[in-house]
């Protein structure tokens, strides 16, 4: 029995001085301590697996062929893993930069050379996407001309506030504003619509109506479809108006139509005004004459 108490305290010894050894190698006992397991550089009393302390900003650094390569900073706010030979703060895989942060303040994603405070560069077409839940809810997509806030979940590009849409282009290029119902219009805005000049293309106009084959109705035949029908011929209903809107080109140019149908009804008018009065001229002069002749029968 003292023999294994003997041994035990002789291999304790060697185990005690083996760890006096190291620190001492390293310096002082303050540079290097293992201790239970954890093991303190800088520290006495590591409170970690590694626990590092260092009074400057540089941490841990890596050298290849005595350069400085990489290593990890801090001090104050700064910290992060510094590249000593760009003197810049980055996360790398083996394809190249994953995130970088320039001395100036900018910051790449996917790129070496921000140019800006937040520069992102993709290989794909979605440069940034926002997941709620572990659905994907919104991104900034951009690929050849197609560009914008991406909603994943209605495959439509939108700029929304929180009372709702304000802005929506769906893949088909249909656009609405203040609305999701586009219907089959390529614009939709559902609201009033503020501009100094609108230009409408319109497929054709109503200068048939002066063409001397142009069958034009008599006041007559308008007065009895205005009394069956409640409106102007060739021209929608209130109900239809109501119910399907108008078509703006098409409408203006039934409107014009109707005003040049007025032109050649008030032309014809003043024909008749005219052969009339030249009428009425010619049978005054008959009448002078005749009370002329009568007078002189007297």
């Given at each position: 029995?003292?023999?294994?108490?003997?041994?035990?305290?002789?291999?304790?010894?060697?185990?005690?001085?083996?760890?006096?050894?190291?620190?001492?190698?390293?310096?002082?006992?303050?540079?290097?301590?293992?201790?239970?397991?954890?093991?303190?550089?800088?520290?006495?009393?590591?409170?970690?697996?590694?626990?590092?302390?260092?009074?400057?900003?540089?941490?841990?650094?890596?050298?290849?062929?005595?350069?400085?390569?990489?290593?990890?900073?801090?001090?104050?706010?700064?910290?992060?893993?510094?590249?000593?030979?760009?003197?810049?703060?980055?996360?790398?895989?083996?394809?190249?930069?994953?995130?970088?942060?320039?001395?100036?303040?900018?910051?790449?994603?996917?790129?070496?050379?921000?140019?800006?405070?937040?520069?992102?560069?993709?290989?794909?077409?979605?440069?940034?996407?926002?997941?709620?839940?572990?659905?994907?809810?919104?991104?900034?997509?951009?690929?050849?001309?197609?560009?914008?806030l991406y909603?994943?979940?209605?495959?439509?590009?939108?700029?929304?506030?929180?009372?709702?849409?304000?802005?929506?282009?769906?893949?088909?290029?249909?656009?609405?504003?203040?609305?999701t119902s586009?219907?089959?219009?390529?614009?939709?805005?559902?609201?009033?619509?503020?501009?100094?000049?609108?230009?409408?293309e319109a497929?054709?106009?109503?200068?048939?109506?002066?063409?001397?084959?142009?069958?034009?109705?008599?006041?007559?035949?308008?007065?009895?479809?205005?009394?069956?029908?409640?409106?102007?011929?060739?021209?929608?209903?209130?109900?239809?108006?109501?119910?399907?809107?108008?078509?703006?080109?098409?409408?203006?140019?039934?409107?014009?139509?109707?005003?040049?149908?007025?032109?050649?009804?008030?032309?014809?008018?003043?024909?008749?005004?005219?052969?009339?009065?030249?009428?009425?001229?010619?049978?005054?002069?008959?009448?002078?004459?005749?009370?002329?002749?009568?007078?002189?029968?007297?």
């Amino acid at each position: 029995m003292k023999k294994l108490i003997l041994l035990v305290f002789l291999f304790s010894g060697i185990n005690l001085q083996a760890q006096e050894q190291v620190q001492t190698n390293l310096g002082s006992k303050s540079d290097f301590v293992y201790k239970d397991g954890d093991v303190g550089v800088g520290t006495s009393s590591p409170g970690s697996k590694l626990h590092i302390n260092s009074s400057s900003s540089r941490a841990i650094r890596f050298t290849r062929s005595g350069a400085n390569i990489f290593g990890y900073e801090i001090g104050g706010s700064t910290f992060g893993l510094y590249d000593f030979t760009n003197n810049q703060y980055k996360w790398r895989t083996g394809n190249g930069n994953m995130l970088l942060v320039e001395a100036s303040g900018n910051v790449g994603v996917g790129t070496s050379d921000p140019d800006s405070k937040i520069h992102v560069n993709s290989l794909g077409s979605s440069i940034i996407r926002f997941t709620r839940s572990g659905a994907n809810v919104f991104g900034y997509e951009i690929g050849g001309s197609t560009f914008g806030l991406y909603d994943y979940s209605s495959s439509e590009y939108k700029w929304r506030t929180g009372n709702g849409n304000v802005f929506l282009v769906e893949t088909t290029g249909s656009v609405g504003i203040g609305t999701t119902s586009m219907g089959t219009h390529k614009l939709a805005v559902e609201g009033s619509i503020g501009a100094r000049e609108i230009t409408v293309e319109a497929s054709g106009w109503s200068d048939f109506v002066f063409e001397k084959d142009y069958e034009l109705l008599t006041l007559e035949e308008v007065e009895q479809h205005i009394n069956e029908n409640g409106h102007l011929p060739e021209i929608p209903s209130e109900a239809d108006v109501t119910e399907n809107g108008i078509n703006l080109g098409e409408m203006d140019a039934k409107l014009l139509q109707k005003i040049e149908e007025l032109t050649l009804y008030m032309i014809n008018m003043n024909k008749q005004v005219k052969f009339q009065n030249h009428r009425m001229k010619q049978l005054e002069l008959e009448n002078a004459k005749m009370r002329a002749e009568i007078s002189e029968l007297k």
